[in-house]
């Protein structure tokens, strides 16, 4: 049976709920004191110890993203590039489809093998989060923010974790920050939110996934506060190490099995 028309998910133990609700909130702590990584470290945190499949954590990872970065968007709309926006959704809204096609492909095809790809994800994602890319004298064209937005569409239809291309590209260019914080929120706002409704429309979403991600919603708030209250007393610099040496471990260790 194909992996996005799989009947009704029995309820999670209690066990496996917790394993999950605690990566959960790692990565939501780890995302809020260096920026990145929640979608990077649940996929691959739940993925490695086997505690739900990956397309069950990609849905639970997308309904928790969509929240956040509506909450996080509604006061910085202004803020937005436009240009930036409707070029980037040009290449990644039908890239999305197609990583959420290719999603129950592999799986049908070899567990293993959508493990090993997820895994080298992780590691180049890591890679790409960690580096601290110069601003470029002039602005992208608009068919490189197509082309950054089929790289990252892809990966948000796979694994709901497209960020790290489209990171790396717009914090090189030469926009304000704000600006540039705002546009990746839109974007990755419209790309999850159409991500939920591809799986949906093909029967992929099921009542287990909207109850673990109705509990992963307090959990994410509760480690967000935290990350900001009470950050570790490191440098910038020391924790986007940190965070790059765990998505690092994490990566190889879905490569090495």
């Known amino acids: 049976m194909p992996l996005l028309r ?19 909130g790692l990565g939501a702590y780890v995302q809020t004191v260096t920026g990145f990584a929640l979608g990077l470290i649940v996929m691959g945190g739940i993925t ?8 069950f954590t990609a849905v639970v990872i997308s309904f928790t993203a969509l929240t956040t970065n509506v909450l996080a968007l509604h006061r910085a709309l202004h803020l937005v590039d436009r240009r930036a926006v409707v070029f980037t959704l040009l290449g990644m809204m039908p890239a999305v489809y197609i990583g959420v096609i290719l999603l129950d492909r592999l799986h049908s095809m070899s567990v293993e093998g959508l493990r090993t790809l997820l895994g080298g994800v992780i590691l180049g994602g890591g890679i790409l989060l960690a580096l601290r890319p110069q601003p470029r004298p002039r602005r992208a064209a608009a068919w490189y923010d197509s082309a950054v937005g089929i790289a990252g569409g892809l990966l948000a239809g796979l694994f709901a974790i497209g960020g790290p291309p489209l990171v790396f590209h717009f914090y090189r260019q030469p ?12 974007v990755f706002a419209v790309a999850t939110a159409s991500r939920l409704v591809y799986v949906e429309l093909q029967g992929g979403i099921d009542t287990a996934m909207l109850e673990v991600s109705a509990l992963c919603l307090p959990v994410v708030f509760i480690a967000t506060r935290l990350g900001r209250r009470y950050p570790p007393p490191l440098p ?10 765990l998505l690092g471990v994490i990566g190889l260790s879905l490569l090495a099995r």
């Open 236 to 245: 910038e610099l020391a924790m986007r190490r940190l965070a790059f040496i």
């Open 6 to 24: 799989q009947p009704l998910q029995p309820a999670m133990p209690l066990h496996t709920l917790i394993a999950f609700l605690f990566v959960v």
């Open 175 to 186: 926009l304000a920050l704000a600006t540039i914080r705002a546009t990746l929120l839109t």
């Open 48 to 55: 490695t110890f086997g505690v739900a499949p990956v397309a």
